[in-house]
């Protein structure tokens, strides 16, 4: 029998959440079969994802995977415990895949819609802001939807605004995905560090969200030095509008869905004694199936659900063969005394000095991204390596740093999933985005890793 790319890409989305949900099953009763059946199943993702990826991400994955292999070897690590390696972000990559199925149930039921047309009435009442409003947008609902806010805030600009700069305002949006980045508990580089540094969310939260409003003060002001040579005002007389079709309560029950969803995180991260990264997957699956059948949509919404897996190793295998890849190195690293002879080079080029070792994380986390490292093996390599005690510093601050690494390096990595996103909306070559990003992002490091630093001075962190 002939098996088509397009069936086995289907099997291939089946087995990523395949994965995810043994992985949540062996998180809330462990089981060692559990572990090796998800440990085996991340395995073959690696294996199909790895020859689906560019030539470039291959060759760093082959680079690392080799030289995880070879540590483990020469460590003599039992060949049960190498397999586990192909599990050890299986955490992360359950976030990505399963965070999206909010986004699944708001568009299934309609509340995106009722979204855009709540900016059309605002801009209808001539209260057009569309900068402003779209970097609001992206900020808010991005702290949830993660990539897919950027796609749906362009389409909501570009139905809804009479008078833009397209490439201005995506550059604009993607300033403001940033900000979520900071202190978002649903995004992949929070979760991780309150992994590597065993933090809590409330440790670090705050000051990351006090970190983000400076950036977005910083975005604000940096916003009228954004200047593509070509990038002709898009000016719409005219277009239709589907309002009148949406009753009014349609925004008030998205908006209560979403702080149904906030508040049951943080409240059941009070209150269980599991981490937060594991309770966001479990809501992830739980809360709009059970809004859902309230709102009796339960047919089509798992329809929606039935595409979505089908088409995510698709649109994700980069991002599976990156999280799977990295978490095998990164035990294998374990194994090693690499952490010691790490943290000595850092506090040995810092001169001991806290801003000086803030300022080096995250001037390693942005060359490295220029060259095509994935933030994830970059922060996963120095996490896994450092000792704060060393450096003077507590865990939270050594996660804040991390954030503020992963955050700036995002913004300028020509490979990012954000960079990559902003310039395929703005139909602009990466190059050109990095040149109009790189004053702003010099602002930010300077800026955010003096921030940091007070915190630090004041003995919050």
Request: aromatic fraction near 14%; charge should be neutral; proline fraction near 3%.
């Amino acid at each position: 029998m002939f098996i088509t790319r397009d069936y086995l890409y289907t099997v291939l989305g089946i087995l990523c959440y395949t994965a995810s949900l043994v992985y949540l099953a062996d998180h809330i009763f462990p089981h060692p079969s559990l572990t090796t059946i998800y440990s085996l199943l991340g395995g073959c993702l690696l294996f199909f994802s790895f020859i689906s990826i560019t030539l470039l991400n291959r060759l760093i994955i082959g680079i690392l995977f080799i030289a995880g292999t070879i540590v483990f070897i020469t460590n003599d690590v039992p060949y049960l415990e190498m397999l586990y390696g192909f599990g050890q972000n299986l955490n992360l990559l359950s976030l990505f895949l399963l965070v999206p199925l909010i986004g699944t149930y708001m568009s299934t039921a309609g509340y995106l819609s009722a979204l855009k047309q709540k900016v059309q009435q605002a801009e209808k009442r001539g209260g057009e802001h569309p900068y402003r409003l779209s970097y609001f947008l992206v900020a808010t609902i991005g702290a949830l939807l993660n990539f897919g806010a950027l796609a749906i805030v362009k389409r909501i600009a570009d139905e809804s605004f009479h008078s833009f700069r397209e490439r201005k305002l995506t550059l604009h949006m993607m300033r403001a995905f940033a900000f979520c980045m900071l202190w978002s508990p649903y995004f992949v580089n929070v979760a991780l560090v309150l992994v590597l540094f065993d933090v809590s969310w409330f440790g670090i939260g705050g000051y990351g969200f006090l970190l983000a409003i400076i950036y977005g003060l910083i975005s604000m002001i940096m916003l009228r030095y954004i200047s593509f040579s070509e990038d002709p005002l898009m000016e719409i007389e005219e277009r239709k509008s589907d309002v009148t079709y949406r009753p009014p309560a349609s925004f008030a029950s998205l908006l209560i869905f979403s702080c149904s969803f906030v508040a049951c995180s943080f409240i059941f991260y009070r209150l269980a004694n599991i981490n937060m990264l594991t309770i966001v997957c479990l809501l992830a699956i739980g809360h709009p199936l059970i809004w859902a059948i309230f709102t009796k949509i339960t047919r089509s919404y798992l329809h929606d659900v039935a595409t979505q897996i089908q088409g995510s190793f698709v649109r994700l295998k980069n991002e599976i063969a990156v999280f799977i890849t990295a978490g095998y190195f990164g035990l294998a690293i374990s194994y090693t005394d690499l952490g010691d002879v790490v943290s000595t080079f850092i506090h040995t080029v810092s001169l001991g000095h806290v801003y000086l070792f803030t300022v080096f994380i995250m001037l390693i986390a942005l060359l490295l991204a220029q060259i095509g490292i994935h933030p994830i093996i970059i922060v996963i390599g120095i996490g896994s390596s450092l000792s704060p005690e060393m450096f003077g510093v507590s865990p939270e601050y050594a996660a804040l740093t991390l954030l503020l690494a992963w955050t700036m390096a995002t913004q300028l990595s020509p490979f990012s999933g954000q960079m990559l996103m902003a310039a395929k909306l703005m139909k602009a070559p990466r190059s050109n985005v990095i040149r109009q990003n790189a004053l702003f992002i010099v602002i930010c490091f300077f800026v955010l890793s003096s921030v940091l630093f007070s915190f630090y001075l004041l003995g919050w962190v």
